[in-house]
C-alpha cells in the first residue's frame, strides 16, 4: 500500500520535509500535537513537560522496562492554535546537536488536514545521519514493540 | 586496506555526482570521464577513487583500459535508505489518525 508520508530530502542541502494528509478536521490534527495526553498515546512516549505558548518549553520521555531509552526536549518559539508550532528539538545522550522544527497545518477540504514538518540541521552530515538512524538496531526493536502494540 | 567511505558523504559533492550521472549514462574510462570536466585530472582520479571505494562504480579491466560501470545496486541503496524513515513516521501518523478518528466519534 501506498504510504500516505511524503519525505523530501533534497541532496546537499541541510533540511527536511515531512508531509502527511490526514482524514482529520485540522482542529483535531492539531489537537494531536497539542494535547499531552494525546501526544503520550500516538507517540508512545511520556511528555514530562509540554508548554504551548512562545517561549514555553517541552520534553518527552521513553521508557522500556523500566528505564528509559530515549528522551528529547526543546523549546516552543511559536504557537498558533491551528496554523503552526515552531519548536527546537534536541535529543539528550546524543551526539546530534539541536534542530529547528516548523510544523505547519492546513486544512484541505471537508474533514481533511495536511501537516508539513521542516527539520533544520547544523549540516547536511547529521541530517543523512539522522535519515539513517531507523536502520540502528535497537531503534528498529523499539520500532517493532511499536508496531506490536498497535496491531 | 581502505576503511569503507561513507556512501552519502560520497555523493553530497557535485563533481561525484556528476560523474555518476555521466557513467550512469554511459560506461568510460577515466580519461573519458575527466575530459568532461575542467578539474584537474589527478582530482577527477580522486573521485574515481572514491566512489569505487564505496561502491558506486565498479571497475572492469579491458585490454589495457579500465572501465568503469555504475553500480546500480548500490544506487537503489540510496533510494532506499530514506524509506525505513518515512515507514516510522507513517505508522506513527496512522496511529494519530485512528486515536482521533475515535477521539472525534467520543464527542
Redesign the interface.
Known amino acids: 500500500m501506498e504510504l500516505k508520508t511524503k519525505i523530501k530530502a533534497e541532496e546537499n542541502t541541510q533540511e527536511l520535509f515531512i508531509t502527511r494528509e490526514f482524514d482529520l478536521p485540522l482542529e483535531l490534527l492539531f489537537k494531536a500535537y497539542e494535547d499531552a495526553e494525546i501526544v503520550e498515546q500516538w507517540m508512545n512516549t511520556k511528555v514530562i513537560k509540554l508548554e504551548n505558548h512562545k517561549h514555553g518549553s517541552w520534553k518527552f520521555e521513553t521508557s522500556h522496562d523500566g528505564q528509559v531509552v530515549f528522551s528529547a526536549n526543546g523549546v516552543i518559539l511559536e504557537f498558533i492554535q491551528n496554523e503552526k508550532i515552531t519548536r527546537t528539538f534536541e535529543m539528550e545522550n546524543s551526539p546530534f546537536p539541536v534542530q529547528l522544527e516548523f510544523l505547519t497545518f492546513e486544512e484541505i477540504g471537508n474533514e481533511k488536514s495536511k501537516l508539513t514538518i521542516q527539520q533544520i540541521f547544523k549540516s547536511i552530515e547529521y541530517r543523512n545521519q539522522l535519515l539513517k538512524m531507523p536502520f540502528a538496531k535497537g531503534l528498529s526493536m523499539a520500532h517493532d514493540r511499536l508496531q506490536n502494540i498497535f496491531h | 586496506m581502505n576503511l569503507r567511505r561513507d556512501v552519502?558523504?560520497a555523493?553530497?559533492d557535485?563533481t561525484r555526482?556528476s560523474i555518476l550521472a555521466l557513467v550512469a549514462a554511459q560506461s568510460m574510462t577515466a580519461g573519458a570521464i575527466a575530459s568532461n570536466f575542467d578539474t584537474a585530472r589527478p582530482t577527477v582520479s580522486k573521485h574515481i577513487q572514491i566512489l569505487t571505494e564505496c561502491e558506486l562504480l565498479t571497475s572492469e579491466q579491458n585490454g589495457r583500459e579500465i572501465i568503469y560501470h555504475l553500480n546500480p545496486q548500490k544506487m537503489k541503496e540510496i533510494a532506499d535508505?530514506?524509506e525505513?524513515?518515512?515507514?516510522?513516521?507513517?505508522?506513527?501518523?496512522?496511529?494519530?489518525?485512528s486515536?482521533?478518528?475515535n477521539?472525534?466519534n467520543k464527542d
Not at chain 2, 87 to 96: A, C, V, Y
Request: hydrophobic letters at 45%; zero cysteines; aromatic letters at 22%.
Open positions: 552519502f558523504q555523493i553530497a557535485p555526482r535508505f530514506i525505513p524513515f518515512r515507514k516510522m513516521w507513517d505508522e506513527r501518523f496512522n496511529t494519530l489518525e486515536i482521533m478518528k477521539y472525534k
